[in-house]
């Protein structure tokens, strides 16, 4: 595999993790929402520069989202996906599930006076190994507890904000492979979000800009080796940064998104280096979704 494959594929799960702990449970307020509700979509992700093997930078992810109501707030939710690289190795298929994420959400408010409520939404799920590389890294299941909190000050801007923790239980300390390194044991993370709607009307739908901007931390388990190299450390952390701009339209059951997203390693050769864009990092995505 490529580096500017392995590059986006990390950007991609640092993307997902950010932008879902930044932004509350999607659908309607409690006492709003249908009984039973599904979500589909698909999102085709690239770099923003392309180099002569384009293909070798693009990945489809394709996801279904069901979630069911149990009381006024609080709802069970299933989520799966499928993964398509466009380049694979000889003996491996393009395609490749995702974990499976299976939860409980409660949504609530806060009132903070006049027209302006405070939105908590508590979320406990647990992703479960249905991947290629859980597989292969011998995870049993993890767990993820996640906060998310969101405040319109005035009408059309949302302000989102939220922490998340997930512990990883794997088998072995150790990734499989020669030099694989130490597996990840827990993750956790902030984010912060700002969208506002710029148009919307009934009928044609509405339009609406965003930033976010969020950081994680993953520690890794510890080696039963005494020395600190590049594979092997005593519970090493390692922190990484994302931010990101999209545009998205929405009309009736149907949301059209086009993001730019960036992230990667705080610590580079030991160094605090980050870039606004880098052309190994930086991405573009397309996202279509259709709730049912």
Known sequence: MKRHHMTLSLLLGLTAAAQAQVRPDEGAEPG????????LSSQFLMLAVVDE???NDQLMLYSVR??????????????????QAFTAEPDESGFDLRDTQLGFSWRTKVPL?????????HEASVFLPTSRSSRAQDLY???????GISLEPIKGLTLATGPRFRYRFHEFAERAGTGGGMNTQLDTGIG????????????????TVGLSMGSDWFRKYDSREGYESEFSDQGVWLQQYSWGAHIGYGWKMFELDIALDQGGPVLRDGVVNTFLVQRDETTL?????ATL
């Not at 709003?32 to 979500?39: M, R």
């Not at 299941?141 to 906060?147: C, D, E, F, H, N």
């Not at 912060?192 to 339009?207: C, H, I, M, N, P």
């Open 141 to 147: 299941l993890a767990p993820q507890v996640k906060l």
């Open 53 to 55: 093997d384009p293909e």
């Open 113 to 121: 006076g006049t027209d302006l409520d405070l939105g908590l939404t």
């Open 285 to 289: 995505g397309f996202t279509l979704a």
């Open 32 to 39: 709003e929402a249908p009984l039973v509700q599904t979500t």
């Open 66 to 83: 069901a979630r069911g109501q149990v009381f006024d707030g609080g709802s069970v939710f299933l989520g799966a996906g499928l993964r």
């Open 192 to 207: 912060l979000a700002a969208d506002y709607q710029v148009f919307e009307s009934k009928r044609f739908g509405g339009v």
